[in-house]
């Protein structure tokens, strides 16, 4: 037998092989025009049930993941009154099929001190799908009366430290960042004019 017939009769029995693997699709469109009702009916409900549930029950399941950029981008000092501009990046991602999206950060000094406040610029709502992972860039203003805070410290370090807290699109905490041994802090440096993450005491990254 030649090479030639040899191959010819490989693919023959490649495709004979592939037929016997592959539906016939004249007795699906058959089973199909003659049972449509019946899968109509099975279908049906099986979607709405699925609808409903997506948009009564299901919620955004929206995790940071990762720590990606924290600094200091100005520092402005008038009459005593410093007002430090920073930006922090931090990488969520959504675990659940609804999507959703970080609708609002809280930055709260750790200190009760009325010669500190914080204010919060603005938080990238950018949506989050199933599965995704997006950057969000949040941004904020820590106002300190460095007079005051002197005083009231003569001798302690010219730092303050924050906590995070951060709510999806239905008002859930999906990020509360207030131990140090769970999570890690900021910390921003009046005197050196830096801000830094502390890491928590467990050694997580």
Request: aromatic share 8%.
């Amino acid at each position: 037998m030649s090479k030639k017939k040899r191959q010819q009769n490989r693919e023959q029995k490649k495709r004979e092989e592939l037929k016997r693997w592959l539906p016939d699709w004249k007795r699906v469109k058959t089973f199909l025009g003659t049972h449509w009702l019946g899968l109509l009916g099975i279908l049906v409900p099986l979607i709405a049930a699925f609808v409903i549930y997506y948009f009564t029950v299901a919620e955004p399941d929206i995790r940071v993941t990762e720590w990606v950029k924290v600094e200091e981008t100005d520092n402005r000092l008038n009459d005593g009154i410093s007002e430090t501009y920073c930006k922090v990046i931090l990488r969520f991602k959504n675990f659940s099929s609804k999507a959703g999206y970080v609708d609002r950060v809280e930055f709260n000094p750790a200190s009760l001190s009325p010669s500190i406040s914080v204010k919060v610029l603005d938080v990238d709502k950018v949506r989050i799908g199933w599965r995704e992972e997006r950057d969000i860039l949040m941004r904020f203003i820590l106002t300190k009366d460095i007079r005051s805070i002197a005083h009231e410290e003569p001798d302690g370090p010219m730092t303050v430290n924050l906590t995070i807290k951060a709510y999806d699109n239905t008002g859930k905490l999906i990020l509360n960042m207030r131990d140090t041994s769970q999570t890690g802090r900021l910390q921003v440096d009046i005197n050196k004019r830096t801000i830094q993450r502390l890491r928590p005491l467990d050694g997580t990254p």
